[in-house]
């Protein structure tokens, strides 16, 4: 079945330390690949995509995402976390399976940050 | 910057109530979409228009759930009657265009949090 999985709930770094935050997905083909934020009480923000090429893709904030088509998977990445960082994050695919446009979300991990 | 608009922010009512939502899309989008977002989950689609015309509304319960966007600009969205587990946010999204090959970002509201007592 198609799905978006993100294995981790919830996840608690220290100001400063990097993060890592894993999206897998199951399609037939590699869909359009996305990370969002969501701050609390605030809609979702695009953080970065990757469509085609280079397979690490720069986003705003900071983040980058690198795709890896061997395992299926789009992580997220920061190399200093800063405490305004603190929300929840979405990985998303558009299986673009011809049509419209669609995201398929995964159920979210919700990043806390120690001072 | 342009923005999506929603409200109400926060509606609370009572089971079996009907409520409505509202959405205004950033001026010149074609495709808006209306998404439910159940605590501790990831947005669902629940409807998409391209203009004035529904493209996929697999995904919403149509025997309480309507929407519609009549001049293909703002957009409504009604629950009747309200269920318990009809308690979620409702996100909308709207896009320059939904379909093609060119690829348009989806730009999201604040939302609208429904508590359905």
């Known amino acids: 079945a198609q799905s978006v999985t993100q294995p981790d709930i919830h996840i608690t770094v220290s100001e400063g330390a990097s993060l890592e935050l894993r999206c897998n997905y199951s399609?037939?083909?590699?869909?359009?690949l996305f990370w969002y934020v969501q701050s609390p009480g605030q809609g979702l923000q695009l953080l970065l995509k990757?469509?085609?090429?280079?397979?690490l893709v720069q986003g705003i904030k900071g983040f980058e995402a690198e795709f890896k088509r061997s395992q299926s998977s789009f992580n997220l990445r920061k190399p200093s976390v800063h405490w305004s960082d603190a929300a929840e994050y979405f990985c998303a695919v558009d299986p673009f399976s011809g049509g419209y446009n669609k995201l398929i979300f995964g159920a979210g991990t919700r990043l806390a940050v120690h001072p | 910057e342009a923005e999506v608009a929603q409200s109400p922010r926060y509606k609370i009512t009572e089971k079996s109530q009907a409520v409505a939502f509202w959405c205004d899309p950033i001026s010149g989008h074609a495709t808006l979409y209306w998404y439910r977002q159940i605590l501790g989950q990831g947005p669902e689609l629940l409807v998409q228009f391209q203009d004035e015309s529904v493209v996929d509304d697999s995904q919403l319960p149509k025997d309480r759930f309507s929407a519609e966007r009549l001049k293909g600009v703002d957009s409504t969205l009604k629950i009747q009657p309200a269920e318990l587990g009809d308690s979620a946010m409702y996100l909308c999204?709207?896009?320059?265009?939904?379909?093609?090959?060119?690829?348009?970002?989806?730009?999201f509201g604040p939302g609208t949090r429904l508590t359905v007592l």
């Open positions: 999204a709207s896009s320059a265009s939904g379909s093609g090959k060119s690829y348009n970002e989806q730009f």
């Open positions: 990757y469509f085609s090429g280079d397979t």
């Open positions: 399609y037939g083909a590699t869909p359009y």
